[in-house]
């Protein structure tokens, strides 16, 4: 993945924006596969997604404040994330391309039928399904 180097040439990795950009998916994944491996419903597991989100865009802020400083101040909170996303585009002068793909896996995984993601879910367990 490339990197960016900002006007101070501090090395500003991409990598974790990306997973973050992708984590809406990642979350539903592990929520399927809990939901088969434990039979409790689908949609308890819920708050996995969102902490894995909140997580990853946290984690992000803090590695964007050591590399950079207080560039970071002015982005606001991560817990928005898809404008957290925007503003750190707008902030390093990038695309906004890892936010305009949050908002596309966020749609995915809100308009993935359950049953989609749970027999993917049991497909990657390597199980039957009924």
Do not use: H
């Not at 560039?71 to 695309?95: C, H, N, Q, W, Y």
């Not at 749609?107 to 039957?128: D, E, M, R, Y």
Request: charged residues 15%; glycine residues 4%; proline residues 5%.
């Amino acid at each position: 993945m490339k990197d960016f180097v900002n006007k101070t040439n501090t090395l500003i990795r991409k990598d974790l924006s990306f997973i973050l950009a992708v984590s809406p998916l990642i979350g539903i994944f592990i929520q399927g596969i809990l939901s088969q491996l434990t039979g409790v419903e689908f949609n308890r597991y819920l708050a996995i997604t969102l902490l894995l989100n909140w997580g990853l865009a946290f984690q992000n802020m803090a590695r964007l404040q050591a590399s950079v400083g207080d560039v970071t101040r002015s982005m606001g909170s991560p817990l928005l994330i898809p404008i957290f996303l925007f503003k750190e585009a707008k902030i390093f002068d990038r695309p906004p391309v890892m936010a305009l793909v949050w908002l596309a896996c966020c749609f995915l995984a809100i308009t993935t039928p359950q049953s989609k993601v749970l027999a993917i879910a049991w497909w990657t367990l390597n199980l039957k399904i009924l």
